[in-house]
T-cell receptor
Framework: GAVVSQHPSRVICKSGTSVKIECRSLDFQATTMFWYRQFPKQSLMLMATSNEGSKATYEQGVEKDKFLINHASLTLSTLTVTSAHPEDSSFYIC?????????????FGSGTRLTVV | DQQVKQNSPSLSVQEGRISILNCDYTNSMFDYFLWYKKYPAEGPTFLISISSIKDKNEDGRFTVFLNKSAKHLSLHIVPSQPGDSAVYFCAADYGGSQGNLIFGKGTKLSVKP
């Protein structure tokens, strides 16, 4: 149980275009989903917390207008990288936590490798 | 089906003792394994990794062991400290710069003074 599906797994796009990444909870409802970006030395940076039915909460330094997050339903959150540039090339991964309470039990998507050329 | 499994959702250990966090995987194509540590309201932070060509990697108090035949890896923390209390994620990589990380669901470690 508690499966998170992330799509696409890999995408190559041209500089200046936009790319949408989907994160779906397949067998549970996720009022909150999290979006991360991988940086050198393998660390994951929390970009934003996606809340169903309301605006996402962005971490300091993350451009809201560049990384658009939409959490329109209890099972789907999307991250759109707008006007992508080569420096946006990275590994993006989402996670969700079924239920409430406790800071564990996260399920991660399989991630999206974005390459901007 | 989960490719990376952490079967213990939580673990409680006394300060100064050893903490052993376990992880099992199913895909023999994985060739790189990582452990992450996560504090509340923060993203996971890389802790230690191991390549499939090794069976042990050590960094200070943290040691990761890999048993490829059993498709099992473990993270040992010795001695455990209260500051080690966090959620620990095991992750596997298909390798190379184009690899994607596959995460386990995490184990919450509590180190009691």
């Amino acid at each position: 149980g508690a499966v998170v599906s992330q799509h696409p797994s890999r995408v190559i796009c041209k500089s200046g275009t936009s790319v949408k990444i989907e994160c779906r909870s397949l067998d549970f409802q996720a009022t909150t989903m999290f979006w991360y970006r991988q940086f050198p030395k393998q660390s994951l940076m929390l970009m934003a917390t996606s809340n169903e039915g309301s605006k996402a909460t962005y971490e300091q330094g993350v451009e809201k207008d560049k990384f658009l997050i939409n959490h329109a339903s209890l099972t789907l959150s999307t991250l759109t990288v707008t006007s992508a540039h080569p420096e946006d090339s990275s590994f993006y991964i989402c996670s969700a936590k079924p239920g409430t309470g406790g800071d564990y039990g996260y399920t991660f998507g399989s991630g999206t490798r974005l390459t901007v050329v | 089906d989960q490719q990376v499994k952490q079967n213990s959702p939580s673990l409680s250990v006394q300060e100064g003792r050893i903490s052993i966090l376990n992880c099992d995987y199913t895909n023999s194509m994985f060739d790189y394994f990582l452990w992450y540590k996560k504090y509340p309201a923060e993203g996971p932070t890389f802790l230690i990794s191991i390549s499939s060509i090794k069976d042990k990697n050590e960094d200070g108090r943290f040691t990761v062991f890999l048993n490829k035949s059993a498709k099992h890896l473990s993270l040992h923390i010795v001695p455990s400290q209260p500051g080690d209390s966090a959620v620990y994620f095991c992750a596997a990589d298909y390798g190379g710069s184009q690899g994607n990380l596959i995460f386990g669901k995490g184990t919450k470690l509590s180190v009691k003074p």
